[in-house]
Nanobody, 123 residues
Framework: QVQLVESGGGSVQAGGSLRLSCAASGYTYCMGWFRQAPGKEREGVAIIYTGGGSTYYADSVKGRFTISQDNAKNTVYLQMNSLKPEDTAMYYC???????????????????WGQGTQVTVSS
């Protein structure tokens, strides 16, 4: 069992920044940030392979969001800059520990999830 504990959400004006953190209690192969806005499906935002450090981003956040990790702390971060009202959503940290991911943007590939942290961007 791996527990994921998220922190860092909040409210900010458009153009502002926030940093989300996700601390994992054990080994992970791949971790990602997903988000879900009211009335919309959950979507992948940023992914990192925790072993090699490869990162991937949704087109909607490229150039604005950065996913990174601190291996010593077993923590993944999502730095969000130039935030827009459309970034408003509940953000979830996800982890795969089976090393079986075929499609990184498929939420069903991840076997552990955090509780979510709310990000609200006002115009």
């Amino acid at each position: 069992q791996v527990q994921l504990v998220e922190s860092g959400g909040g409210s900010v004006q458009a153009g502002g920044s926030l940093r989300l953190s996700c601390a994992a209690s054990g080994y992970t192969y791949c971790m990602g940030w997903f988000r879900q806005a009211p009335g919309k499906e959950r979507e992948g935002v940023a992914i990192i392979y925790t072993g090699g450090g490869s990162t991937y981003y949704a087109d909607s956040v490229k150039g604005r969001f950065t996913i990174s990790q601190d291996n010593a702390k077993n923590t993944v971060y999502l730095q969000m800059n130039s935030l827009k009202p459309e970034d408003t959503a509940m953000y979830y940290c996800a982890a795969d520990t089976d090393a079986t991911i075929l499609t990184i943007w498929d939420e069903y590939e991840y076997n552990y999830w955090g509780q979510g942290t709310q990000v609200t961007v006002s115009s």
